[in-house]
């Protein structure tokens, strides 16, 4: 039962010491090396990028690409399309975060900490767009539209978008580890690798693929009402 | 898990950084190779409708070329014919006059000669009569009487002579 404590925990890896200490969560290490991998693999595959007879891995690069692309320009229209490669990087990042169970490391999605980073980080990325497509005057009016009389609602969904963002990820994450890790202690042979198929997995992307999505419909209903 | 504290603000840090970063060295480039690759396809097909465009505009002019070199064609035969039709006429006409000139000349030169023919003979009818008549008139006269009328005959007879030579 301890080690299962210690599983869910996520342990501070070392501390800055200024301002009494600073501890760096393992999640954010771990954010780390999926960000070195990611640089690395970049730059491994954009090297001798072609205009004219592109080689088969440039060709999975641009088809992959251009995938992301038409999936997010369907989700936030043409007037998002400067987000989408925020929005593809984040589904990246979380695809990996939550498939990084795989390889031995601890999800930094399971930390409640990466995932109310990104929830913010969308609530703002949605309230930029909004800005950014409107004006301030047209962002602050859309909080009144359709009628003043939702307006409370209006603003309750400043906070109630990213908490629901974070909160779903932040459970599927941890729940599916905990049922895994429940699961190896009942049965540690061959069972846990079916389960593990599906909460790692399949769950893991459906997460991600969720929380895009949901960050994507919010910017286009932000930059459309115009 | 359940700890929201300053690694909150590092995942953010982080996140954006990553995006940057991707923004660099993944979408970036290859979406500025897709672009370009866009721009050039669309170009290429531009130059091909422009050059389409091109050869239909000279087709149409040369079909409309070669429309007026036929109707040239037709007009420079019909003008030869006529040219043809109005030099054979006018040779032929000019053929008929000379030989009708040349048929009257002839008829003139063959009277001309009849009429010279006719005079010759007359003379010559006319000396044989003198002749006769000399032979008639010295047999019946005397000489000396005779002469006169002798003369006489003769400048007569002489003059018209020397007409008839010339």
Known sequence: MNSLLEELNCE????IPVFGGIGVSEAVVVTWIIMAVLVVLCLCLVRNLKVENPGKKQLML???VSGLYNF??????????RYIPYLSTVAIYIGIANLIGLFGFKPPTKALNVTAA???MSIILVEYSGIHAKGV????KSFVEPSPIIAPINVMELFIKPLSLCMRLFGNVLGAFVIMELLKIVVPLFVPVVFSCYFDIFDGLIQAYVFVFLTGMYIEEAVEEA | MLRVDINLVFTIINLLVLYLLMKKFLFGPVVAVMEKRKAMIEEQFANAAAAEKNANELKSQYEDTLK?????ADNIIQE?????????DRIVSDANSQAGKIIENAEKTVVSQREKTLRGLESQIAGLAIDTAAKVIGEQAGSLD???LYDEFLNKAGDAHDTDIN
Do not use: H, M
């Open chain 1, 118 to 120: 990104l929830a913010v």
């Open chain 1, 62 to 64: 641009e088809t992959a």
């Open chain 1, 137 to 140: 005057k047209g962002w602050v």
């Open chain 1, 12 to 15: 501070t890896v070392f501390t």
């Open chain 2, 68 to 72: 007026t070199a036929n109707a040239d």
């Open chain 2, 146 to 148: 005779n002469a006169k």
């Open chain 1, 72 to 81: 997010f320009e369907e989700i936030v229209g043409e007037k998002g399309r």
């Open chain 2, 80 to 88: 030869a014919k006529t040219t043809a039709k109005t030099e054979y």
